[in-house]
Nanobody, 118 residues
Framework: QVQLVESGGGLVQAGGSLRLSCAAS????????MGWYRQAPGKQRELVAH???????NYADSVKGRFTISRDNAKNTVYLQMNSLKPEDTAVYYC????????????WGQGTQVTVSS
């Protein structure tokens, strides 16, 4: 069984930075794409950033130039470096991985709260 564990959320002032991490653990699996999503109160969950197994990335327009997604395949970990944070970035952030065990499916982390104060 595969589990994703997130860390790195918290409270930060506008203009500050945070780094989120999400590590997959378990046995006999391989990871394809990885991504970060967020959900603010009263809003739908939205894609923030995505990275393929080959390292290609894409970002939501609202975070381009401020957020950077990266992955460490040896550690089965995906990161989200968030700079120049704004109050509108406040949300619960979820990591997502496309993982193959005996079949391919999508796994989610437990979510981590990011709060940006003005």
């Amino acid at each position: 069984q595969v589990q994703l564990v997130e860390s790195g959320g918290g409270l930060v002032q506008a203009g500050g930075s945070l780094r989120l991490s999400c590590a997959a653990s378990g046995s006999s699996f391989s990871i394809n794409a990885m991504g970060w999503y967020r959900q603010a109160p009263g809003k739908q969950r939205e894609l923030v950033a995505h990275i393929t197994s080959g390292g290609s990335t894409n970002y939501a327009d609202s975070v381009k130039g401020r957020f950077t997604i990266s992955r460490d395949n040896a550690k089965n970990t995906v990161y989200l470096q968030m700079n120049s944070l704004k109050p509108e970035d406040t949300a619960v952030y979820y990591c997502n991985m496309a993982i193959y065990t005996s079949y391919s499916r999508s796994y989610w982390g437990q979510g981590t709260q990011v709060t940006v104060s003005s």
